[in-house]
RNA sequence: GAGGAAGUGGCGGAAUUGGCAGACGCGCAUGACUUAGGAUCAUGUCUCUUUGAGGUGAGGGUUCGAGUCCCUCCUUCCUCACCA
């Protein structure tokens, strides 16, 4: 009697088989071609989520079949350990952040193990061991050495809540991007990689397979402009005003200039008389957020400084003003004002009744563009005019010198020495240093005014672990005076690195996890080099997918990498832009959302107190079963707050208030019921905690097994795009292994075969082969599994009219369990052992598709009339065109469409890819 | 406001990239086995006025032929956002 398929009896018993037997070690071997799959680290928050083994099992998947197709594959795995959910817990739960953290590093590595994946433990990494960061902070040292880090003064965003400075990428809508609390700005000193000056290079992805959408953010981020420099003096005290313009062809229409309440200058060229009104709106603006400067189509609002500049083009004189909308952060701080051509520029002239002159004419208007009729800045083409001599010169939609006007106002403006062709950038340099506890120290010193680092040899400043926790603004370290304080005159740097610098090299240190030599070993970065595949989520676009990119180019230019090009020279590889880049392919995977689901249905009996019911009796009952001649409330719980519901019917809304002693009935909950079991409506969103639709992967695999729990995974979403969990859907994929185990268990056939049919199965498997490579090729695991579900059933349905022989079963089989390995790597393991062949079936090599026995011998031919399919008529796979025409139109439809006259024309196509052949008849 | 992605049955999703729309799965229906079925097996399942015809958010276009390409519009999601 044959047994059945029991997940849990397999699964761990492999995957202590796998590690025993070193089955994923993976190393340098010359001889064999390589391929590093990476897949985003996890932070060590306590859980694994089911996002994690969405995006994690196909790419296992993936570097699995890579595996088996010949590669040497390293599928690494650790974890990105410093971070502030550590330090909050030790402040609200009073527990060390080390301890926290390698609880849960202990916990999740466990959970990681029960997905059956092929990482190499002996490579795992964890960004907050002083193995690892001591060259965190080697990095920081050579980066400093180099000019890339500096220290620096500059506005920067400061969390209130989190009591420490935050990089922009880290800012969304004025607000952190983790708890969702606004940021102000504070004039600060802190510590500055220079990305700024890879910001060209960043724009290049030559080369790259990136998703378009990534490249786009980052190129949007980095925001490359092109214009000119200018530089405007005030009138009285000669102070030079720097701005910048995309638009110089526009210079003579400023007629007004605006600084920044936060410029420099502000203070310097305010008049006397202004002096007050202009301190009152730099205080009002100091006190405002991010959030509130960004409302859209906000008043201009802004004062005057009583100040006045020179326009360096035509000696006017304008008037300086200062406003909110323009942004310190951004290009000079100080702006030209053309009300003209410039939207925002315009309504704040109309606001404060400045004057607006126009200076690019649009061409084919009836009556010129004049200033009392505008209602609205033109920003489009046109000619230049009263513009002295560069009068007619001709504006485009162009940007930069690509724009004749622009182009020709640039060549003038730097004959004159009045500006300059200048490029700006929307990106800044990255603030690396955090006023936290729970980071890579910045292994600085300081003796006076003096920057002193810290000697290699002394690498890595250790975090102590006696600290306290309470939030001040300042990083804890400062409160710990055997941490900072060296000897009499150094004091150490006690900011602590951003963990984003910490994730920005990961991928190097799995080279080689134990080295205390280097970062990396040189051997292993020369063979393994650079990723070839990275798979996460897209929501780090414009920060670790940015930043590992300029760490990536800086290590290149200060030389980091030069021995791992020499080793692969001597080993016959070519270095030539292997280090430009850390990861070649990039794809982003889907979130997995909450699943919808409906509320109880309840009848609710009790008193009605205005408009709402105080209710006696809940009882919650079949969908829409309403008793004839209830007389209560009745409906979907739509929402519940406490003991308040809120019930669906038809589109009305009626609340119920559930008295503290009321009965509550739930039929399918045994036991006394309380209103708390009552479950309300869940709309399809983002799984959190608190909106309590998260799903628990450890129970799934409890549930159904962690093989089950991968292919649901795989073939219900399309990958890129995620979904609504719908955990009915785990029947397709459980069926399926269910299906596989008992055809293997049922063991060869004893019946001798049909030689037709066998080739036909033989067929439809070199089909399959071939669609599986192709689904794991584009990340398409959902067809990929679609495909082997398909086989399954043609070789059950051969199987059962006993069609198939002992010899062709077992040569099917060896095929089909491999191609289910990666997917399902446990039951392909077991079912690979009882058929009694050799472990491991992850060390076989790949089904070799052969075009030659998945060609079809006839096919359908299509007989189209007009584009519209009608009929099909079997014929052989090679059928030629005149055959095809003919036998198309002497079918039925082509009788019966064209009624005796002749068509005015047919298109044949042939069957592409062993594809059906198709005659058009156009009638 | 700028940029991007997407819209296909009751549901998740396919469609070899311009060539039989709805693969595969869920669900549902009918039947078989069964004391029982949330097990298993079989069959069916886009719609309609069914010798046929129509159908991929709406409308138009290109083409022998359009889910796929082009234009206009609608909807949803994502990113950035007073960027000078």
Known sequence: MSEQYQPHAIEVKWQRKWEATELYRSQVDWDKPKHYALTMLPYPSGDLHIGHWFAMTPSDARARWMRMRGYNVLFPMGFDAFGLPA???????????????????????????????????????????????????????????????????????????????LANEQVIDGKDERTGQPVVQKMMEQWFFAITKYADELLDFEGMDWPESIKIMQTNWI??????????????????????????????GATFMVLAPEHDLVARVTSDEQR??????????????????????????????????????????????????????????????????????????????????????????????????????????????????????VSTWRKGRKNPAINRVIDWLEATGKGEEAVNYRLRDWLISRQRYWGGPIPMMYADDQIIPVPDEHLPVELPEDVDFVPTGRSPLTYHEPFFKVDETLRRETDTLDTFMCSSWYQLRYLSPNCDTAPFAAEEAAYWLPVDVYTGGAEHAVMHLLYTRFFTKVLRDIGIYDDAAAAMRKNGRDPIGVFDEPMTVLRNQGQVLGGERQGDFVLCSGRVVGERMQAERVEVVDWNEVPAGFEGFFGEIGHRTENILHLNMAGVTSFVEVLPDAEIVIPHIPGENNVNQLQHHLDIQRMSKSKGNVVNPDELVAEYGADVVRCYLM??????????????????????????????????????GDAAAERD??????????????????????????????FKNSLKAALRAQAIGADVWRDVMSQVIRLLAPFAPHIAEEIWARLGWEYSVHQQPWPQYDADKAREETVDLVVMINGKPRET?????????????????????AQRSLAGNTPKRTIFVPGRNGGDPMVNIVV
């Open 715 to 752: 073939f219900n979403f399309d990958w890129q795009k995620g979904g609504p969990w719908n955990e009915n859907n785990i029947k397709g994929p459980q069926g399926w292994l269910n299906d596989v185990w008992k055809i293997a268990e049922a063991g060869a056939p004893s019946t001798p």
């Open 276 to 393: 007050a009104a202009v301190d009152a709106y730099v205080r009002q603006t100091a006190q405002e957020t991010e959030i509130d400067r960004m409302v859209e189509d906000r008043e201009k609002t802004g004062v005057f400084t009583g100040a006045y500049a020179i326009n360096p083009v035509n000696d006017e004189k304008v008037p300086i003003w200062i406003a909110d909308y323009v942004m310190i952060t951004y290009g000079t701080g100080a702006i030209m004002a053309v009300p003209a051509h410039d939207q925002r520029d315009f309504k704040f002239a109309r606001a404060h009744d400045l004057p607006i002159r126009v200076v690019i004419q649009p061409e084919g208007l009836a009556e010129p563009l004049t200033e009392p009729a505008m209602t609205e800045a033109y920003d489009g083409p046109g000619v230049m005019v009263n513009s002295d001599a560069m009068d007619g010169s």
């Open 223 to 252: 925001g490359r402009s092109e214009g000119a420099r200018a530089t405007f003096h005030t009138e009285t005290g000669g102070h030079p005003i720097e701005i910048y313009t995309t638009r110089p062809d526009t210079l003579w």
């Open 87 to 165: 330090e909050q817990a030790a402040i609200s739960r009073n527990i060390h952040p080390w301890k926290w953290t390698y609880a849960n590093i202990e916990r999740m590595r466990e959970q990681l193990r029960s997905m059956g994946a092929m990482f190499d433990w002996e490579r795992e990494a964890i960004s907050c061991t002083p193995e690892y960061y001591k060259w965190s902070e080697w990095f920081f040292k050579r980066f400093y050495e180099h000019g890339v880090a500096y220290r620096g003064s500059a506005l920067v965003n400061w969390s209130e809540t989190l009591q420490t400075v």
């Open 761 to 790: 199965i033989v067929r439809k498997l070199h089909q399959t082969i071939a669609i599986v490579n192709r689904g794991l090729e584009e990340f398409s695991f959902n067809t990929a599994i679609a495909e082997q579900m398909k």
């Open 873 to 893: 008529i079997a014929v052989a796979a090679d059928i030629a065109r005149e055959r095809a025409e003919e036998l198309a139109l002497a079918s039925g439809a």
